[in-house]
């Protein structure tokens, strides 16, 4: 049987990062980023937003908390203001799509090296149990309520 080392697994992971990077969802993901910018009103409200943070971060360092108040609901105007653009919609969307990949992705590595685990040891996949338990008359503890998703 083959023994990969660690260096040999993250050659790997790299491969599968480039592949990554060329899916249309990460395509998706920098045509949104670029699109927002070069689009004015985004980087207008963001600067803003940004100085009003500075602002309230002084306001709660000073114990101001009227003035304080103002200037969040003032960021928070502002934030939905700018959540309320399309470019700005589709780069959350992007992101989205993307962290779902790279979630896929760990958890099907995830479920395939428990499922090697188990196999390797006699156990029963579908139970989610080693062979080590299997051997022991069942499983130590509750793992019949754990879920084993493929």
């Given at each position: 049987m083959v023994k990969y080392t660690k260096d040999d697994i993250i050659a790997r992971a790299q491969d599968l990062a480039r592949m990554i990077a060329d899916t249309?969802?990460?395509d998706f993901f920098k045509r949104a980023e670029a699109q927002i910018h070069v689009n004015a009103k985004v980087?207008?409200?963001i600067s803003d937003i940004k100085g009003l943070q500075k602002q309230a971060v002084?306001?709660?360092?000073y114990g101001k908390p009227e003035a304080l108040k103002k200037v969040e609901d003032k960021i928070a105007s502002l934030e939905q203001e700018l959540d309320d653009i399309p470019v700005v919609q589709e780069f959350k969307q992007s992101q989205t799509e993307v962290?779902?990949?790279?979630?896929l992705i760990a958890t099907t590595i995830s479920n395939k090296v428990t499922d090697v685990i188990i196999e390797s040891t006699g156990g029963?996949?579908?139970k989610g149990e080693t062979g080590a338990s299997v051997m022991n008359g069942g499983s130590?503890?509750?793992?019949d309520d754990h879920d084993h998703n493929h």
């Open positions: 249309e969802e990460v980087s207008t409200l002084n306001l709660q360092h962290n779902d990949l790279l979630q029963d996949v579908l130590c503890g509750n793992h």
